[in-house]
């Protein structure tokens, strides 16, 4: 089976990386999208963020992370992926998800999307919160994986 995870990861976090491990468990091959969302001013350039997620996720075997633009379904049919993989915090994201998902499905038929439901450790974790902390000089080990920890401080604290 080959899947693929779509998202913004401006920046990556630990929700997604641990969505992306467990993800990884459940197929031969994994593909992370970093994307463009045209609704969200992002923080980091495609390319840092891709690169980020690789070091993030650098330890995993079946895992490709590529950067893309366009639609999530027509992604997944040209990665001849079987399935999306979506991460869910709250009935929030259910609900937004499950909309997205629907609509993917009219566009990808034999695509299935896949909802994984945060860990209850982790339900609190958004790249929205890392980006709301590091205004305030908070302590962000528990948001952010330690191998690029210094990094986002950085970049989200003092810029360039």
């Keep these: 089976m080959k899947a693929i995870y779509p998202g913004s990861f401006d920046p990556i976090t630990t929700g997604h990386v641990d969505i992306i491990k467990r993800a990884a468990k459940l197929c031969d091959e994994l593909v992370v999208l970093v994307l463009k969302n045209s ?8 390319d840092e963020r891709v690169i980020l997620a690789k070091i993030a ?21 040209e990665y001849g992926a079987d399935a999306i993989i979506r991460g869910v915090r709250n009935m929030t994201d259910f609900d937004m998800e499950s909309n997205i998902a629907a609509v993917n499905s009219k566009l990808a038929k034999n695509i299935e999307t896949i909802l994984l439901i945060a860990k209850p450790e982790l339900k609190h974790i958004s790249s929205s919160a890392v980006k709301e902390l590091a205004n305030y000089d908070a302590d ?10 210094e990094e986002v401080i950085n970049e989200l604290r003092h810029g360039r």
């Design 39 to 46: 609704k969200k001013g992002t923080v980091f350039s495609i």
């Design 57 to 77: 996720v650098g330890d995993v075997k079946n895992i490709l992370v590529q950067r893309h633009d366009g639609l999530t379904a027509e992604l997944a049919k």
């Design 140 to 149: 962000l080990s528990e948001y952010v994986p330690d191998e690029i920890r």
